[in-house]
């Protein structure tokens, strides 16, 4: 084995980008977040870490609610500016077209092309960071996204943020079916 133990600060594993929407004191913010990741499958919950630091985070607990939105790589430009400067000192509800979720009132983006609505079930006290856990209460697209009635990434055209080199990366190809690939190895059992 030629394994070698690298920095745990490192972690690099590539991320999908998101931008978090909410009110904080009744005004709109969004944030730029990549540690987001569903947690249930049958319950449809989602979490979201945000530093204790952020304007955002209080917003989330006041109103009990938030959202999830899906930029494209067109919006690139846009997410890096959210997730580089604060809604306290310079206002992002006009970065975008603003929408409110019907069953929360929770600010989504118009230019997205794939939004959650999220109502906050949980919360998990961390030492840096809250861990916050919403349920889908409702997701929102395009027709034009969609393929025989379900999201297709390729329309959405969503980007991951690689740590090592600070980039932004495009979805790649794909290496083959899942739930498929293995099948052929259970055959050999
Ligand atoms: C690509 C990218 C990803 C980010 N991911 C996160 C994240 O997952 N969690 C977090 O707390 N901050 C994250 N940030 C930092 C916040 O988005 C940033 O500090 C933001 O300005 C905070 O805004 P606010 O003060 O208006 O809440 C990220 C920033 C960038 C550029």
């Not at 319950?43 to 009990?64: C, D, N, V």
Request: glycine share 8%; hydrophobic share 40%; proline share 6%.
């Amino acid at each position: 084995m030629d394994k070698i133990k690298i920095d745990t600060k490192m972690i690099s594993y590539p991320m999908p980008c998101s931008l978090l929407g909410t009110k904080v004191g009744g005004k709109v913010n969004f944030l730029t977040v990549a540690y987001f990741s569903m947690v249930s499958f049958k319950q449809p919950y989602i979490m979201a870490a945000l530093a204790k630091s952020h304007f955002t985070t209080p917003g989330i607990k006041e109103t009990g609610a938030f959202s999830i939105n899906i930029p494209d790589t067109s919006m690139a430009e846009a997410t890096d500016y959210c997730g580089m400067v604060s809604g306290r000192k310079f206002d992002k509800s006009k970065v975008f077209e603003v929408f409110y979720g019907e069953e929360s009132g929770t600010p989504m983006i118009v230019e997205c092309p794939y939004n959650l609505e999220c109502k906050l079930v949980q919360t998990v006290d961390l030492p840096a960071d809250e861990l916050f856990i919403g349920e889908i209460v409702a997701a929102y697209t395009d027709n034009r996204y969609l393929t025989n009635g379900v999201p297709d990434m390729a329309k959405i055209d969503p980007f991951i943020l690689s740590m090592p080199e600070m980039t932004y990366v495009k979805l790649g190809s794909p290496v083959g079916r899942a739930w498929e690939m293995g099948k052929s190895r259970i055959k050999k059992i």
